[in-house]
């Protein structure tokens, strides 16, 4: 169990415009999911931390109005890059913990390419 | 500063060359540690969760342990499908959020 799905897995985009990528946590409930950001042969980078029914928290210089996360269910995240740039371009990662699991691990998705040209 | 340090950056390894990864943690409060595997492209693979000092886990050729200070993963008799990078996460105490170690990368040559 502990399957995580996002899609799309590559999306190139043209600058100016919006990308919109889904997390979805198939076989369990998520009240908390984390999104990620990594760049080439470096580690995870927290983005933000989302849970089910209210704003996500960003870290600490992570744009929120340009990220935008919404987790409306509990099986369910979004994360929309607005008005996307070059700089944007990266590899982006999902996480989700199961719910009433506040010291379990974090189960991955298998990430979304992102190249903004 | 909170901090989690992962040794060697790199590692190659000849098949059955048994070895040990690292992972020191500089944290206060620590409610777990854990440990994935992540593939060229993908996202991390959970492998193990250690809560406490003198906490072992073990998985085929993998083994993990967890002392106040650190954490190893211990790989006995890789094979060449174990090359990956490895990291390391910490939980602390009154955060959800998980940090992330740098990472090591295995290579392991047939």
């Known amino acids: 169990g502990a399957v995580v799905s996002q899609h799309p897995s590559r999306v190139i985009c043209k600058s100016g415009t919006s990308v919109k990528i889904e997390c979805r946590s198939l076989?369990?409930?998520?009240?908390?999911m984390f999104w990620y950001r990594q760049f080439p042969k470096q580690s995870l980078m927290l983005m933000a931390t989302?849970?089910?029914?209210?704003?996500?928290?960003?870290e600490q210089g992570v744009e929120k109005d340009k990220f935008l996360i919404n987790h409306a269910s509990l099986t369910l995240s979004t994360l929309t890059v607005t008005s996307a740039h070059p700089e944007d371009s990266s590899f982006y990662i999902c996480?989700?913990?199961?719910?009433?699991?506040?010291?379990?691990?974090?189960?991955f998705g298998n990430g979304t390419r992102l190249t903004v040209t | 500063e909170d901090q989690v340090t992962q040794s060697p950056e790199a590692l190659r390894l000849q098949e059955g060359e048994s070895s040990s990864l690292n992972c020191s943690y500089t944290?206060?409060?620590?409610?777990?540690l854990f440990w994935y595997r992540q593939d060229p492209g993908k996202g991390p693979e959970f492998l193990f969760t250690?809560?406490?000092a003198g906490e072992e886990k073990e998985k085929e050729r993998l083994k993990a342990t967890l002392t106040k200070k650190e954490s190893f993963l211990h790989i006995t008799a890789p094979k060449p499908e174990d090359s990956a990078t490895y990291l390391c996460?910490?939980?602390?105490?009154?955060?959800?959020?998980?940090?992330f170690g740098t990472g090591t990368k295995l290579q392991v040559i047939p």
């Open positions: 996480s989700a913990r199961k719910s009433g699991g506040t010291d379990s691990p974090l189960h």
């Open positions: 076989d369990f409930q998520a009240t908390t």
């Open positions: 989302s849970n089910e029914g209210s704003k996500a928290t960003y």
């Open positions: 944290v206060s409060g620590l409610r777990g």
């Open positions: 250690l809560y406490s």
């Open positions: 996460a910490v939980l602390l105490s009154g955060y959800q959020k998980v940090t």
